[in-house]
DNA sequence: TCAATATATCGATTATCTTGGATATATTGA
DNA sequence: TCAATATATCCAAGATAATCGATATATTGA
């Protein structure tokens, strides 16, 4: 991750229909969702959410993976990982408790043990 | 953290300038740094950077004091927090082994004890 | 090969953002 | 109060992005 990689993601999360679709598609992990039913879902025309999710995936924050007829996508959690780690990576290294609160969230919110307290 | 005001967050960090100011107010947790220094050590104009730290600010990723002449911006690195955890709430609610890349990361590289390691 | 289905690309219009000169406001010390 | 310093606001030009109708491409079953 550089620069340039992260304002293309944070870029492309910065618009309604695609922070949306997303989201939608982190919900359905890992099955994921054809094109046209993300569209149907949001109310967003086809080729009006065709060209936002080709933008969502050059930044990297989902995959594609054609299926017969339909194109599938897949939310990359990686990828909000790279991004997130890019915004704070020397605070890390220079005063890693000042990202205690990160750690916190995520720690408190995503292990499987703790998930039904979020 | 709602829809509006993620956008908001992820439009602030979508600049150039703005993403390259927030990384460097990062680095500088907790003292801060005046907006004049800033501008200067991004070579940005003082009036173009004004406006784009009252844009940081606005998103609530930066906040400002002021001290005597200067106003001194520092990080809020609780706003990457919370703009982190909208975008995958719902994928840890409902299925929580899927957010471990992100539990990882930011375990391994932000805990006191294992900082040097990244 | 043809029709049906699913998605992507093209292109033009409209809207939004970025930039920085000029200028205003705020604070301090003399 | 005045000059110096630090930051913010105004505004207009240029650049960039969003939208969606029309159309192209890809895949399947008949």
């Keep these: 991750m550089n620069s340039v990689s992260a304002i293309d993601a944070f870029s492309a999360l910065a618009q309604p229909s695609r922070l949306e679709a997303f989201r939608l598609l982190v919900r359905?992990?890992?099955d994921g969702l054809p094109a046209g039913e993300i569209a149907r879902r949001l109310d967003v025309p086809q080729n009006t959410m065709s060209s936002h999710l080709a933008i969502l995936a050059r930044a990297g924050?989902?995959?594609s993976e054609r299926h017969s007829r339909s194109v599938i996508y897949r939310a990359r959690i990686d990828g909000v990982r790279e991004m997130t780690s890019f915004l704070v990576s020397d605070c890390c290294g220079g005063n890693p408790e000042l990202c205690a609160p990160l750690v916190a969230e995520f720690s408190s919110c995503c292990t499987p043990e703790t998930a039904n307290a979020c």
């Design 61 to 63: 924050l989902i995959a």
């Design 28 to 30: 359905h992990e890992p």
